[in-house]
């Protein structure tokens, strides 16, 4: 029989590309998300989708009975579902706060606590949890989104070791700079929430900086790689960082003091700010000389 997976925040991005590629080498792939309209054409390929938001507990019960009543097991979830939530400390409401700890954090949990009791009885299954490098770096004004992060890595570390002794892995994934909608998306909660306060000037730059295009930027694919990798090798590693940059920076994070990696976060994002800056400077000249042109 085909190994089984679930996949979350499937409708674009890493949980697309991840749910192909699982589908692609014969996992039964069930592909979820918020909007089932968006995952039409992993359905056209055969993925069973389904609406589930995470946050909703009668929701993802429902999703884990069905496929464990039509395929008797799940043999590996992908909890990738997620977004960034931007902006001061000071400025976010709390109620956005818990918003991004329900999905990013207590979301994926709830998905572990659902399939691990027939992973336990059968022996096996893998988990795969989407972390990010940002839980192990932080930046200005990323305050609640990188600490859902470091949760997620610190739950992930804490289940690895509980278990292990049963047969089941924890794996993290920790993408780095990734062609997705999260830097749009990210950028303009950024300046909703603080772009027009006390903090209106670092806000702009790094809403600019989040919308960048680096060259260290990699397509969703380079993750799809390492999950699929995760989810098949006999030993997986427990933690992969990937796409162009993100293991010169994890390593950046342990070689580097604390004042002196926070230099250079703030050069790097001023950096990347002024670079977006140019660039919508010189789109915009353009736009205006096409009419005369």
Known sequence: ???????????????????RSLHEHDFTVYAVARRLDRMAPLAALGVRTA????????????????????????????NNAGYGSFGALEDVPLVEARRQFEVNVFGAAR???????????????????????????????????HST??????????????????GVDVVLIQP?????????????????????????????????ALSAEPDHISPPEVVATAILRAATVRRPRTRYAVGRGAKAAVFARWLLP????????????????????????????????????
């Open 1 to 19: 029989m085909n190994r089984v997976a679930i996949v979350t925040g499937a409708s674009a991005g890493i949980g697309a590309a991840a749910a």
């Open 51 to 78: 609406a589930v938001d995470v946050t909703d507990d009668a929701a993802v019960i429902a999703l884990v009975d069905r496929v464990v009543l039509e395929c008797g097991r799940v043999d590996v979830l992908v």
């Open 111 to 145: 998905l572990c606590q659902l399939v691990l009791p027939q992973m336990r009885v059968r022996g096996g299954g893998r988990i795969i949890n989407v972390s990010s490098v940002g839980a192990r770096l932080y930046q200005p004004l990323g305050g609640w989104y």
């Open 149 to 166: 992060k470091y949760a997620l890595e610190g739950l992930s570390d804490c289940l690895r070791v509980e278990v292990a002794p049963l």
């Open 176 to 208: 780095g700079g990734i062609a997705t909608e999260f830097p749009q998306v990210a950028g303009e909660l950024l300046l909703a929430v603080s772009g027009g306060g006390a903090y209106a000037g670092p806000a702009r730059r790094y809403a600019a």
């Open 258 to 293: 604390d004042r002196l990696f926070d230099r250079v976060v703030v050069a790097l994002f001023a950096a990347l700010g002024r670079i977006a800056e140019r660039r919508l400077r010189s789109a915009a000249r353009t736009g205006a000389a096409e009419p005369g042109a």
